[in-house]
């Protein structure tokens, strides 16, 4: 592994005004009216400050940019490749910062390089972690995320309670990003704003009384939270959805063979159509098998043989198999 390196980025606001182009937010955010993030944050790349750079079989910089845009002026631009085998790249504030007293949330907008349903070896998923400077002099990292997207994006990571102990102390400070896997050959960006730390509220959840459903429940069911006045107008019979045939005569029905299977069926003058449903399975696919008896007295020779499992059919052309389908 190559030796540590370490190098401080100043970029002055004049060179930025000079050199940067200047990216557009994503649209939809000036279509919905939000020019101010949800969350204030801790982070926000508006103040011209050195960050520090620590590589490790890495070659890296960092710096402010207008180059992509989503909240206020500036953003930060990482670029980065491999010069090792175990790339890894530190980013620093100038100095630790203080965090709120209390949160349980930490996230981060992030311009990412690749799309997950693409195999990209020229451009690795890298992960990035969080680091955060404990008051007895140790460093501890939270993993954020694993970009694997393009665009903007805002991973959030909610801490869990042993997480929320040990950075909810006093004097706890966040100490930087940490990004690894960075195994590119070539140059590669991210683009960072807004790290914010926050509490997530979550009050009881309260409604209005609903109106009761017009359908007994099954055994062991209940109304849940339609138990107000009044009745709701559908379904409009115990069927529910199941669909009607424009055959005159058509019949649907449901019967249980047990406590552990049940036939939907369908009769009328075009066929018989029957599902069995077999809910105890606890698959997905708890409809395991469909039966089909269609009867079609138009061609009963056809129907002989399309339902004989003991005759072997004659073998049809594929044309004839085709028009066979279409027709039934």
Known sequence: MKALSLSMLILAGSVLYAADTVGKRPYELDWAGRFQDAYTPLVDFENDEPWIVETSDAVASFSR?????????YVGKLTYRRDG??????????TPLA???SFNMVGCWIYGNNWAWVSESHTPQVSIALLFLLPDGTEHAINLTRVNWREWFLPIRRLDDAQQRLLNQPNTRFAGFQITNGR???DRMLFFDNLSFFTDEQPPLTFKPRPKRNLQPFPGQSHAANTGPGTLP???REETILPDSAKPGAKNSVSAENDRSFVLR??????VLSYRYMPH??????LHRAMAEQRAPQHPQRWRRAVSRRRRAPRSSTREQRAHQLRH
């Open 65 to 73: 940019s207008r180059e992509q845009q989503i909240w206020g002026d």
């Open 99 to 101: 965090l709120p007293a």
């Open 281 to 286: 399975s606890g698959t997905p696919a708890a």
């Open 85 to 94: 085998t175990t790339p890894v790249v530190t980013l620093r504030p100038p």
């Open 184 to 186: 590119n050959r070539q």
């Open 234 to 236: 559908f379904p409009t």
């Open 266 to 271: 369908y009769q009328g003058p075009d066929g």
